[in-house]
């Protein structure tokens, strides 16, 4: 089995005992401020919102606290914490969420380092569509130690649609499938199955290197965090993520995913 978003450091096992554990943010470079925000669960980001409100009402309260001082403090922990409401509250579930690429398993569509904001509205009104390149919980068979982790890989089979690998090219219910942002062609042959109700088939641009659906079966809908939308880093690559085409294959409208689904 290829190896594909996690490496094995220091860093991911101390992750791994508190359970905040990203491979968006698990690599040999050092940790970030950024990543680690941008990568908090959604328990410990209510949590946070909570001991601001806390210092809040502790600050207000106060007699011990000169006047003005109190009145600066709690207007700078009043401010911190409105915007942490929005940005993390509001607009990270539901609406824009930031990632870091860890590995090279989207090469050459995507770099290790790359960053990237994954939109979730898209999903509220329509289902994942093929080509998309989608951000997801990966199963838990799909990590070592069964730890959760996130994964990023393109959407290729829709459900009831069969699957197959045959000479380094992918067939869909029997037609071949035009990807020119491969890497190469994939080395090893696949299938056929048919993608379950509610399941995706996903697969890494760098077919080589990446622990994909091919390994771990297909992907449960309700797993899924929203789709890669735009690159803001490196700025030379600054610009949107395009779907492509593929005239050759037919694909059935999808049903959305809904708002709540997304919640990760």
């Keep these: 089995m290829p190896s594909d978003e996690l490496p094995n450091c220091p860093v991911r096992q101390v992750r791994k005992f508190i359970t905040w554990h ?27 919102a ?32 409105f915007a942490w409401v929005v940005v993390f509250v ?32 898209p999903y509220w009104f329509r289902g994942p569509q093929r080509g998309e390149i989608v951000v997801f919980k990966a199963p838990p068979n799909a990590g070592k130690d069964g730890v959760e982790q996130d994964y990023i890989k393109r959407l290729i089979g829709l459900p009831g649609e069969k699957i197959a690998v045959i000479g380094g090219k992918v067939y869909i219910n029997g037609h071949p499938l035009n990807e020119p942002y491969t890497e ?5 042959d696949f299938g056929p199955i048919i993608v ?11 077919r080589n290197n990446s622990a994909d659906s091919r390994y771990w079966g297909p992907l449960d809908k309700d797993r899924i965090v929203g789709m890669a939308w735009f690159r803001f880093w490196p700025l030379d690559k600054i610009g949107l993520l395009h ?22």
Aim: charged share 15%; aromatic share 12%.
């Design 22 to 48: 990203s491979p968006f943010i698990i690599s040999p470079r050092p940790l970030s401020i950024f990543d680690w925000l941008a990568n908090l669960p959604f328990v410990a980001i209510l949590a946070i």
């Design 196 to 206: 379950p109700p509610n399941y995706y088939f996903m697969m890494g641009d760098n």
């Design 90 to 121: 509001i607009l990270k579930p539901f609406f824009l969420q930031a990632f870091y690429i860890p590995s090279g398993s989207m090469i050459p569509t995507l770099q290790i380092g790359d960053r990237l904001l994954v939109a979730k509205l």
């Design 50 to 81: 909570v001991a601001l409100y806390a210092v809040l009402a502790v600050i207000r309260r106060s007699r011990a606290i000169p006047v003005k001082t109190k009145r600066s403090a709690g207007e700078f922990v009043e401010s911190l914490l």
């Design 184 to 188: 190469e062609p994939s080395a090893r």
């Design 243 to 264: 779907t492509p085409d593929y005239p050759a294959v037919q694909a059935e409208p999808q049903p959305a995913l809904g708002v709540w689904s997304l919640v990760h």
